[in-house]
Nanobody, 124 residues
């Protein structure tokens, strides 16, 4: 089992920045793919960014490319999402997720473990 706890959400003005953190505990974290997803009210949960263990591959949704940066510190069992140039449409609950198979897929159904989510609100 892997337990994930997100932090760092909050209220920010458009153009501002936030850094989300996801602390993992339990089984080995370093060999998992770690992803960030988000869900806005009335919408499906969508992929934001992924970092794989193998090859340290990183993938981003087109909507956040160039503005968001995902990173991981395996020594601290933590994955981060640095969010810059935030827009009102980035408002959502952000979830951290772990995939033990390290597939690096964008589908939320591939992820076995999820955090409780952290709210990000961007005002215009």
């Amino acid at each position: 089992q892997v337990q994930l706890v997100e932090s760092g959400g909050g209220l920010v003005q458009a153009g501002g920045s936030l850094r989300l953190s996801c602390a993992a505990s339990g089984r080995t974290f370093s060999s998992y793919a770690m992803g960030w997803f988000r869900q806005a009210p009335g919408k499906e949960r969508e992929f934001v960014a992924i970092t794989r263990w193998r090859g340290y591959s990183i993938y981003y949704a087109d909507s956040v490319k160039g503005r968001f940066t995902i990173s991981r510190d395996n020594a601290k069992n933590t994955v981060y999402l640095q969010m810059n140039s935030l827009k009102p449409e980035d408002t959502a609950v952000y979830y951290c997720a772990a995939d033990k198979d390290d597939l690096g897929l964008r589908s939320r159904y591939e992820y076995e473990y999820w955090g409780q989510g952290t709210q990000v609100t961007v005002s215009s």
